[in-house]
């Protein structure tokens, strides 16, 4: 496909012609009128937090915007006297009464609000559902994150994410996101504008954000706007707080297995700021005296532990009042470890092991206000992700001034690296119109999986090594993308956009033009009807075994063999607002996936074979509907989501080439939350979940079948035969039905130099057996009598979480 690569080159150079030709339209149409423009930066007037999304709206021209990422708005209007408001969820709006003669820098900064319901004016919300043109997109408050119960305490966002209609969790207690019938490596998850390859820690239990040094979190699984590429299911957007631009501040709190602690502050007030943010497990500490009695009682020392810890910085400083720099960083880290020792007269054996992941990402951007209507952002990132697996066993025998030595070595290393530089605009020429368009190159390095190996036995006196290593593969990602949201009329709003994309790799290009487009239409003032089309493309893969989260997982790029994934999704439905308070939205959705990754029947990560033979590519294929309702200002907030889904995979190589349930289809999924604020001191949150169990494969049936290497051997005849187990078809079981309910209570307080809050709770609390694992168990039966022998097989199940009661304390100051 060398061909391709003109092609791209010249849908990059169109796009940015059509942009250049599009803006000096917009610009010359709008310089014959009598308009001006209001421009400047929202913001949190406590912290100096420039606050995402926020409303602007004039009750006079009825035309109104939002603030970008960084906090920056635009609003053209006509000369004339306006009545503006600023709002945003959780704020009390603020308005103003200008006379517009002239362009206008205004930068607002709103006061947050401790009760809504006591606050004269209140944002109803950022931009109202009806309003907006997206689709499949949800932002959900962090503080509203925060309240949801939580396993052990530990607050999730991935966990609560899960909690929304079309995204299916990989298992109980895990953290693991399936979209829309998509895989794991479906969902771009962006910190910072930074992918985060494995989200995971503690094999899937916890994720590695904390929440402390989160500001913003937005979801979105279909109608995916130009700017967003790369991944066919989701993208998860997590922003994370800039630091406190006034004070120094610090919240905190120690759980049952962990503890985390958030300082934030200016480095000079008003202009710079920094926040820092750590947390780490102490399972390890906590399990050393029991692991150590153990192993005092068998004669052994050493030790066994795991633990995590993720760490948070970011710090920015105002260069101008148009230019703004940031640096952020996240690191963080799993470690399994084993290490015992054993001594006798004359011998001592030695045996350690250790598993070792974790993800580096840092990011350093440049903001820049070029004019009233036109402002960009440059973005320098790094992400790695690295897996590490070594164990080792040693014995020494000493016998008549004679040593003899055993050992081996086993290490096993894979990753990836990615290299990025980004550009983006926004450019908003007058209320119909808000263009944002940019750039992208990404330098990936792929390490597949390095095997080394090495034996040495007792009776040798050199040592046997076997290493298989796969070749790292380097290639490059480029975009472009341009996109609208165009207000055509009062009724009608579309967002429409193209994204651009190459891949060189292995001497050929793969490109792909991927065209975005998002419909709304007004009936009446309440409802409002909506569309989207999308194609999206995949250049990365990951090779997972569809189980527990276990960072044993590959990254793995498109190769000559192996090609991207490809995805087309169409969807329809309605939104409506109940009241002030309340959002209303049904969506339908039907999506095809081509291309899709999984590996070959009977293979696995151990095979000692190039990766590309390991595996399989086919299609996928996942529809249905999703229910939301949903408050997210008041004393009381949450939501309630419904999601009817099918999802099917066909591989050539997987089940005879025939098309089966998905892992993780699930006809009915039901997820209902909610927090109560009874006063400032006490709240109440529950959570209850139910869902369709999810698939796997089992034998139903088993039958004799000769084996050929018994019947040349001189035995009895029935021993020919072997008893084999019969699988249908696969995933052809049912998990059953998963439900389960989580409550807790937060006690707040106002100390003299802080706030304390304690929270209290429990994870299932009417202790649901859910099903964590199933295996079929043989059994035999002898009867004394007649000598017969019955074998039965019994289908029984592992449930790992009974109720799991949590207290946790937290402070502020």
């Known amino acids: ?131 907006s043109s997206r689709m499949g997109t949800i932002d959900v408050p962090i503080e509203q994150i925060k309240h949801v119960p939580a396993m052990m305490g530990e607050v999730d966002v991935l966990k609560a994410l899960q909690l929304l209609p079309g995204v299916a969790s990989g298992g109980e207690g895990q953290t693991g996101i399936y979209v829309r019938g998509g895989g794991p490596d479906q969902n771009l998850i962006l910190l910072d504008g930074v992918p985060v390859y494995n989200a995971n820690h ?71 700021s920094i926040l820092i943010s750590g947390r780490r497990t102490y399972l390890d500490v906590l399990a050393q005296p029991i692991v150590k009695s153990r192993l005092r009682r068998e004669g052994r020392t050493g030790g066994t532990g795991y633990y995590f810890y993720d760490l948070n910085a970011k710090a920015n400083y105002q260069l101008s009042p148009k230019d703004r720099l940031y640096l952020s960083f996240y690191g963080g880290k799993d470690k399994f470890y084993q290490n015992t020792r054993q001594e006798e007269d004359e011998r001592n054996e030695t045996s350690s092991s250790g598993l070792l992941w974790g993800n580096l990402t840092t990011a350093l951007r440049w903001n820049h206000e070029w004019n009233n209507k036109l402002f960009s952002n440059v973005l320098l990132t790094r992400s790695r992700y690295r ?58 390095t792929f390490f597949p999986g390095d095997f080394r190996t090495e034996y040495k036995p007792r009776t040798d006196s050199l040592a046997n090594k076997f290493d298989f290593i796969q070749p790292t593969v380097r290639s490059w990602e480029l975009d472009a993308y341009i996109e609208d949201d165009w207000k055509i009329s009062d009724r009608l709003r579309m967002n429409v956009g193209l994204h651009a994309t190459a ?135 949450g939501w309630l989501g419904y999601t009817l889904s099918w999802a099917w995979r066909q591989l050539d190589e997987v089940n005879l080439g025939r098309k089966y349930p998905f892992r993780y289809d699930r006809r009915h999924d039901i997820e209902l939350t909610g927090t109560y604020e009874f006063s400032p001191k006490t709240r109440f949150s529950a959570t209850w979940v139910y869902g369709t169990g999810n698939a796997v494969t089992f034998g139903t049936s088993r039958y004799a079948r000769i084996d050929p290497q018994v019947t040349s051997a001189n035995l009895p005849p029935w021993s020919f035969y072997r008893s084999e187990l019969y699988v249908p078809e696969r995933n052809n079981f049912r998990y059953p039905a998963y439900h389960r309910l989580d409550v807790g209570f937060d006690f707040t307080k106002e100390k003299k130099h802080h706030t304390r809050t304690w929270s209290i709770g429990a994870y299932n609390a009417y202790n649901r057996a859910n099903a964590f694992y199933l295996f079929l168990d043989r059994s035999t039966t002898y009867y004394g009598e007649t000598g017969k022998r019955v074998q039965t097989t019994e289908l029984k199940q592992i449930a790992l979480f009974p109720i799991v009661p949590y207290v946790t304390y937290g402070f502020k100051f």
């Open 1 to 131: 496909m060398p061909s391709n690569l003109p092609l791209c080159s010249k849908v990059l150079r169109g796009s940015a012609l059509l942009l250049f030709l599009l803006a000096c339209k917009l610009g010359n149409a709008q310089s014959t009128a009598a308009k001006f423009t209001i421009s400047g930066y929202i913001s949190d007037a406590q912290s100096g937090e420039r606050l995402i999304g926020a409303s602007v709206f004039d009750a006079k021209s009825k035309q109104g915007t939002v603030s970008n990422t960084y906090g920056f708005y635009s609003l053209t209007l006509p000369s004339d006297s306006l009545v503006l408001s600023f709002s945003y969820v959780g704020y009390g709006t603020q308005q103003l009464s200008i006379l517009l003669r002239e362009n206008r820098e205004l930068n607002i900064q709103l006061e947050n609000a401790v009760l809504l319901e006591e606050v004269q004016i209140i944002a109803e919300r950022s931009e109202r559902i009806t309003q």
């Open 202 to 272: 503690l094999f899937g239990f916890f994720s590695v954000f904390n929440a402390d040094a989160i500001k913003d979190v937005s979801l979105v699984k279909g109608g995916f706007p130009a700017r967003y590429g790369g991944r066919l299911s989701s993208v998860i957007d997590i922003s994370l707080k800039d630091g406190h631009e006034k004070e120094w501040h610090g919240a905190g709190s120690i759980g049952l297995i962990a503890s985390k602690l958030t300082l934030e502050g200016p480095i000079q007030k008003g202009k710079s």
């Open 387 to 444: 897996l590490d697996n070594e164990n080792g066993y040693q014995e020494n025998i000493q016998t008549n001034n004679l040593r003899e030595e055993e050992y081996y070595k086993l290490n096993y290393l894979s990753g990836i690296d990615d290299w990025a530089f980004k550009i983006d605009f926004d450019f908003i020429p007058q209320p119909r119109h808000y263009l944002k368009f940019g750039a992208s190159a990404i330098h990936h």
């Open 503 to 637: 891949f060189p790799v292995g001497g050929q290009v793969y490109s792909s033009l991927q065209p975005r487009l998002n419909l709304r239409y007004l009936l009446g003032t309440e409802w409002a009807i909506k569309g989207a089309y999308t194609q999206m493309q995949q250049f990365i893969h990951l090779l997972t075994n569809e189980t527990i989260g276990l960072p044993t997982d590959l990254w793995l790029p498109t190769t000559a063999k192996i090609k991207p994934q490809k995805s087309w999704q169409t969807a329809l439905g309605v939104a409506r607002e109940l009241g002030k308070k309340w959002e209303l939205s049904v969506e339908a959705y039907y999506k095809k996936m081509d291309n899709i990754i999984a590996y070959k029947e009977g293979s696995s990560l151990l095979d000692f074979s190039n990766w590309e033979e390991r595996i399989t590519q086919g299609q996928g294929e996942a529809y249905g509907a999703e229910f939301f309702l949903q408050k997210k200002t008041g004393r009381f907030t």
